[in-house]
């Protein structure tokens, strides 16, 4: 049993089908896990960077689990590892383990770390449901770290049941009939359609969805720069060639009013974005686009809805429950 290191940015094509197999095996999963993702975000942010895949491997060389971190030990400095990634882009961050591997991956890392000249290791965007969670802190303390684990985003999703109607049984008699009366109120008030916009002109749709993205807030318009927009659009590009986008516009006498930037990946869709025009706020079309968007989702069999980190008041008023997101942080004595 041991660990390699693989070098190299952008990443070695050796490691790739390594990482998709693994990624396969594993019991958690999403989009961000993937190493396409990695892939776009080095070439978007990260073209300077130092970056070390640690591959664990078992007595008889078979991969046991794959991390991916930069490299920001430099000399008069502490030798530091961070799983690789920024918390303004990345939902999840996570080590790539499969199913009854993951003490096995993760204490033969521990033991590599704690053995070598690594000094600080800090681990970002650790789900509360992820095996790194469960079993890496005492891990590390076995190997003469101290470790502490905070809570950095909470994320909000919905269990899906199989039928719409049963999605409205399970809400709060309140917020359930507030979401009839918006909608009522769109129907009333306004003509509008629903469409997927990435089954039509994807540059076309995407200039609409930035747009949308910029009028909804003045952070949002800000998050949203030049470099960003690039990046968005090639996430866009690369995972409609995987089948993995959503991207549906909720249209009012004509105009775009509401639009999501999702993901759709192994039976979950998550929402990474979204926006909305502030002129149509009274027709409320973002909350009626995600219930749309719900009962779509519930429509081809999907299991859960995500609406990824933020504590907006719209997603427990449809029901979401609460995600941890933690960060991990060792320092060897």
């Given amino acids: 049993m041991g660990v390699e290191i693989i070098e190299g940015n952008p990443f070695p094509e050796k490691l790739l089908p390594l990482w998709e197999a693994l990624l396969q095996k594993s019991p958690f999963q999403n989009p961000f896990l993937t190493p396409l ?9 990260g073209k300077t960077l130092e970056v070390k895949t640690l591959l664990s491997r078992s007595s008889g060389g078979d991969p046991l689990g794959l991390g991916v971190f ?29 199913a009854g591997k993951e003490e096995e991956a993760l204490g033969a890392l521990a033991r590599f770390w704690g053995e070598g000249a690594w000094e600080e290791l800090e681990f970002s965007g650790i789900s509360e449901f992820s095996p790194t969670l469960r079993f890496l802190p005492a891990l590390l303390r076995a190997s003469d770290f101290q ?11 919905l269990n899906l049941p199989s039928v719409w109607d049963d999605f409205l049984a399970h809400l709060d008699s309140k917020d359930r009939h ?15 359609e629903i469409r997927e916009g990435q089954e039509e002109n ?3 749709r995407m200039d609409a969805f930035l747009d949308l993205h910029r009028k909804s807030r003045k952070d949002k318009a800000e998050f949203m720069t030049p470099e960003m927009e690039d990046y968005f659009r090639e996430i866009a590009l690369r995972f409609r060639e995987k089948g993995w986008l959503s991207l549906p516009f909720l249209r009012a006498e004509g105009k775009d009013a509401a639009a ?10 998550y929402v990474y974005n979204s926006g909305y025009d502030p002129e149509y706020a009274r027709l409320s079309p973002g909350i009626v686009l995600a219930a749309d968007c719900i009962r779509r989702a519930m429509e081809r069999g999907m299991t859960v809805f995500h609406f990824l980190r933020g504590q907006e008041d719209y997603k427990y008023r449809l029901g979401g429950k609460e995600e941890k997101i933690y960060q991990i942080k060792a320092v060897k004595g």
């Fill in 178 to 192: 507030e979401l009839r009366r918006k909608i009522r109120r769109l129907e009333r008030e306004s003509s509008f």
């Fill in 202 to 204: 994807l540059i076309e």
């Fill in 70 to 98: 930069s490299d920001s030990g430099k000399e008069g400095r502490k030798k530091r590892l961070t799983l690789l990634g920024s918390m303004d882009v990345w939902d999840y961050r996570d080590l790539i383990l499969p």
């Fill in 37 to 45: 993702w990695s892939q776009l975000w080095l070439r978007h942010f």
């Fill in 260 to 269: 999501y930037f999702s993901f759709r990946y192994q039976g979950v869709e």
């Fill in 147 to 157: 470790v502490t684990q905070t809570v950095q985003e909470v994320s909000v999703y």
